[in-house]
């Protein structure tokens, strides 16, 4: 008997670390780490016949803390019209960052809701990376409050770009929508309140730019609602207008118990066919619906005139949400 096979035979522990070895060398090979896959080849290759496991959304994650720019890859346009199969460069940047009041976005003033905001992903996308994205989160107690998704552009948006982010607003899921303009020049504006509810990507979306978004808060462990409510501002300037271009604000409003992921009513009593029957969860809604009118003026006041670095009026500011 051989030396070799001695080991095999009196050495399970040695026995059980060669097939620990084994096959968490299979799992490398399928799955490649981001310093792997940047320094190798042959991984970059293997993870185009894997998409769902790619490696895109972790390097933007990595290399978050510099700043480094990062592409999440291709996919198909949303509802809103983010052509992914064009080019689009964005960054992560450092999430500890504190944003109040409002900031600049696309030369005009962008309100924040009340509370600490810190920014999640920005940089352009589209045709000509025309358009313009920030992605912002408010936490409470480490509890995520709320989410905001704002686009906007100064350029000419194709009319049916335009006309499908408009559907939105007449979706007959949302709770309620408002249509503040629509002119034969072209220029309209609406808003709508609805509820969003999470996926197991932890999306409510199909867009990839928010796909990348929300799995970086969740890599880096912020706990999130099952559902949010979901409030959001749509403008899109008329032909006559000095300016061009198309602006829209997504606000994810947590209707959670202060400090926790405790919805204030059951998940299904979210929706528009059950809220009725849960009067917590009516009234939370009616509370956003009515504060979103206010701030609806807010954002068009803010993302219509130039940049002022004014911040919004402080009772305005607070949604039924904010911490």
């Given at each position: 008997m051989s030396a070799v096979s001695r080991l095999w035979r009196r050495a399970p522990v040695w026995r059980f670390f060669l097939y620990a070895g084994g096959f968490f060398l299979v799992l490398g090979l399928i799955f490649p780490t981001p310093f792997i896959t940047r320094h190798t080849g042959w991984a970059h290759a293997l993870t185009r016949y894997?998409?769902?496991?790619?490696?895109?959304?972790?390097?933007?994650?990595?290399?978050?803390?510099?700043?480094?720019?990062?592409?999440?890859?291709?996919?198909?346009?949303?509802?809103?019209?983010?052509?992914?199969?064009?080019?689009?460069?964005?960054?992560?940047?450092?999430?500890?960052?504190?944003?109040?009041?409002?900031?600049?976005f696309g030369g005009h003033n962008l309100p924040l809701p009340a509370g600490v905001w810190h920014p999640v992903l920005s940089g352009q996308y589209g045709p000509n990376e025309r358009m313009l994205l920030n992605v912002l989160v408010r936490t409470d107690r480490g509890i995520v409050t709320g989410v905001m998704i704002a686009s906007t552009t100064n350029q000419d948006v194709p009319l049916d770009v335009v006309e499908d982010a408009y559907n939105h607003c007449h979706d007959d899921r949302n709770y309620h929508s408002a249509v503040l303009a629509e002119r034969p020049d072209g220029e309209t504006e609406c808003t709508y309140v609805a509820p969003a509810f999470m996926g197991a990507n932890n999306t409510t979306l199909g867009d990839t730019l928010l796909q990348l978004a929300f799995k970086r808060l969740t890599t880096l462990g912020f706990p999130m609602p099952s559902v949010f409510v979901n409030a959001s501002w749509l403008?899109?300037?008329?032909?006559?207008?000095?300016?061009?271009?198309?602006?829209?604000?997504?606000?994810?409003?947590?209707?959670?118990?202060?400090?926790?992921?405790?919805?204030?009513?059951?998940?299904?009593?979210?929706?528009?066919?059950?809220?009725?029957?849960?009067?917590?969860?009516?009234?939370?809604?009616?509370?956003?619906?009515?504060?979103?009118?206010?701030?609806?003026?807010?954002?068009?006041?803010?993302?219509?005139?130039?940049?002022?670095?004014?911040?919004?009026?402080?009772?305005?500011?607070?949604?039924?949400?904010?911490?």
């Open positions: 894997l998409p769902s496991f790619g490696s895109s959304p972790d390097k933007g994650e990595a290399e978050s803390a510099a700043g480094s720019s990062t592409s999440p890859g291709q996919g198909s346009p949303d509802g809103q019209g983010n052509d992914l199969s064009d080019p689009a460069r964005f960054i992560t940047p450092d999430i500890s960052a504190a944003l109040t009041g409002a900031i600049p403008y899109n300037r008329g032909a006559g207008a000095r300016a061009k271009g198309t602006t829209s604000v997504m606000l994810l409003i947590a209707p959670t118990q202060p400090g926790t992921v405790v919805l204030r009513a059951p998940l299904p009593f979210w929706d528009k066919r059950m809220i009725s029957q849960s009067r917590p969860a009516l009234d939370f809604v009616r509370r956003v619906d009515i504060w979103f009118t206010d701030w609806a003026a807010v954002l068009h006041q803010g993302m219509v005139s130039d940049y002022t670095g004014a911040a919004p009026d402080a009772h305005l500011a607070k949604d039924p949400s904010a911490p």
